[in-house]
């Protein structure tokens, strides 16, 4: 065995019920796809206790079935940046803020890419939206970050969907006078995520990836990573500013426009929707969404 660095990383049960982490033998997110549904995937094992910490190569072993990548156990927090896709910010009638929006949403949010998302009773209130994001995986503990070093803190991207409850971040019968974002988005699983990590080393800063989010097949947000207002190195510089980032926290960089509370009639969610986000070069979730 020997310690390398993957470029992509995936969690997954081998031939015997082992459950391990692994690099997939594979050049894109398509051919992961492809593969597994061939049964013809294999990856080299990394062992290790999470993601962020499987750095010990192993052999070559056969795929049965993918596990999520992450699980609640393994993030310390999900912090978010709110109003940060220009299109989306005009969207919405906002003005950008001058620094990027913090929010948080607990570990509990993790979900996998193939999850039903259940919706609690509290939420099922008509105002259920998607929003397809960019995540990014801290790699290893850092604080007062500088831009031009932010990649090297970073162990990968992967695909998210922030699922919200937009009665309980805007109304004021619900939220009040002041919009609020963390009881809104922080019901268990709903952050959802695509079952592979994929390094800078594979998509550098993440600047130039086509998000797609589909609801039942139609397509709601399409959109280039290109028109976020705070890039990757600027985000995570930001947010570790007098703020220690711990390895496998995971950060939501925004969405795009194309929300359903951006319509003039919106389309929110309901019961059985199942909402699609894809990312180019690092793969798809798809979860159903379940009314409790």
Known sequence: ?????????????????????GEPWVKSEQELAERL??????????????????????DKIHVKALRNLLKPSDVPIIRCIGLNYQKHI???????????SVFIKPATSIAGHDEDVPIPKIA?????DYEGELAIVIGKTGKNIPKDQALEYIAGYVACNDVSARGWQRDPKKAGGVPQWCFSKGFD????????LVSPVVV?????????TL???????DTSTGDLLFGVPEIVAFCSQGTTLEAGTVILTGTPSGVAMGMA???????????????????????KMVFE
Not at 41 to 53: R, S
Not at 189 to 196: H, I, R, V
Not at 215 to 221: F, K, P, Y
Not at 265 to 287: A, F, H, M, T
């Open 124 to 128: 099922q209130d008509g105002t259920l």
């Open 189 to 196: 699983k709903f952050a959802p995520l695509s079952p592979m």
């Open 265 to 287: 009639e919106p389309k929110y969610l309901n019961d059985g929707d199942i909402v699609e986000v894809r990312i180019s070069g690092l793969g798809s979730l798809k979860n």
């Open 37 to 58: 549904a061939q049964n013809d995937l294999w990856a080299f094992e990394f062992k290790g206790e999470t993601p962020v910490t499987a750095q010990t190569k192993g």
């Open 204 to 212: 550098g800063d993440a600047s130039d990836l086509h998000l797609q």
């Open 90 to 100: 005009k969207e919405g009638g906002r003005t950008p803020p001058p620094y990027p």
């Open 215 to 221: 609801v039942n097949g139609e397509v709601r947000q």
């Open 1 to 21: 065995m020997s310690t390398e660095t993957w470029t992509r990383l995936i969690r997954f049960v081998d031939d015997n019920g082992r459950e391990t982490f």
